[in-house]
């Protein structure tokens, strides 16, 4: 037997050890209730099933007495609960299973609740990040990829930010204390893409800086 069957992450979050020179800085995942709200749109299914149940009452206390029309909206109150038990349910199976992390190089994001699979995020590859903080905190960053890089919108849902099909943005979604995670990205990548490359002339092995 391979002890390779059984690869476990050296560091949480990340496939491989990080390599010299890089460190984390910060890594969080989505809070359930607010991934829940924003990605399975918990508040409107429940308001959807809430105004069954009301247009069922109304309807029947037409024919029947009040107190009997209220039972015929308790199914509709019970399917709604059962939906957003559900609709919970799979949101906090996401948010377990999700790390974010920021290093001083790169964003990663390990995620997948049955299919797990990590995305590596070099800052020099990220032409700009979109943060939508709310009242609360919590928040999503997104990031606008640069270059030839494309990413599927269906196998990175829901940590994407919604409604961008053409051009896959990955994101760190509802997160708390998100104003101060887009503070420390900020940093890090201005530090990451200002820093001189070092390369050789073919002519003359001469070291310049870009």
Known sequence: MHHDDFKFEPVPGLPEALPEGEHILWQGKPDSLRLAREAWKLNWVLGYFAFLAFWRVGVSSASVPFSEALLHGVPFIVAGALAGLILYGM????????????TNKRAAMRIGAALTMTLNLPYVQIGNANASVGKKGF???????????????????????????????????AIPDAARVAEIFADAAETRVSEPK????????????E
């Open 139 to 173: 928040g999503t960053i997104a990031f606008e990829l640069i270059g030839e890089t494309r990413i599927s919108y269906m196998m990175t849902w829901p940590h994407t930010r919604p409604w961008h099909f053409s051009r896959t943005q990955p994101a760190f979604r």
């Open 198 to 209: 070092v390369t050789r002339a073919p002519a003359q092995n001469a070291i310049a800086a």
């Open 91 to 102: 949101a906090t199976a996401q948010a377990r299973s999700t790390v974010y992390t920021l």
